[in-house]
Nanobody, 128 residues
Framework: VQLQASGGGLVQPGGSLRLSCAASGFNLDHYNIGWFRQAPGKEREFVMAITGSGANWYYAGSVKGRFTISRDNAKNMMYLQMNSLKPEDTAVYYC??????????????????????WGQGTQVTVSS
């Protein structure tokens, strides 16, 4: 069972990046998924989440209107499209999955400890 995140890199302020996360060893459509990030010296924080069906998604206020989450259950993939990037978006980004059987409440989807599987993280650096 594994999540593999990729797509990070160095980008100038105002630029875009698309993060990908590939799931292996389990069916991603059985899970709600989320993206988190962790900057140096800070706690891991919620970025965005999407339900198993893809019908509902949720976001942190800091990324509203700039980031988009999506998933392709047929390919066992999830994505985070990041536009209008800012220096404060600099962090290691993690993908994560939590069982759909658990109600995807605000507390559940924003709390890292409720997620069953985690990717290894991919570094995003926004700097000129």
């Amino acid at each position: 069972v594994q999540l593999q995140a990729s797509g990070g890199g160095l980008v100038q302020p105002g630029g875009s990046l698309r993060l990908s996360c590939a799931a292996s060893g389990f069916n991603l459509d059985h899970y709600n998924i989320g993206w988190f990030r962790q900057a140096p010296g800070k706690e891991r924080e919620f970025v965005m989440a999407i339900t198993g069906s893809g019908a509902n998604w949720y976001y942190a206020g800091s990324v509203k209107g700039r980031f988009t989450i999506s998933r392709d259950n047929a390919k066992n993939m999830m994505y985070l499209q990041m536009n209008s990037l800012k220096p404060e978006d600099t962090a290691v980004y993690y993908c994560a999955a939590t069982e759909r059987a658990i109600a995807f409440s605000l507390l559940i989807r924003t709390t890292p400890s409720t997620y069953n599987y985690w990717g290894q993280g991919t570094q995003v650096t926004v700097s000129s």
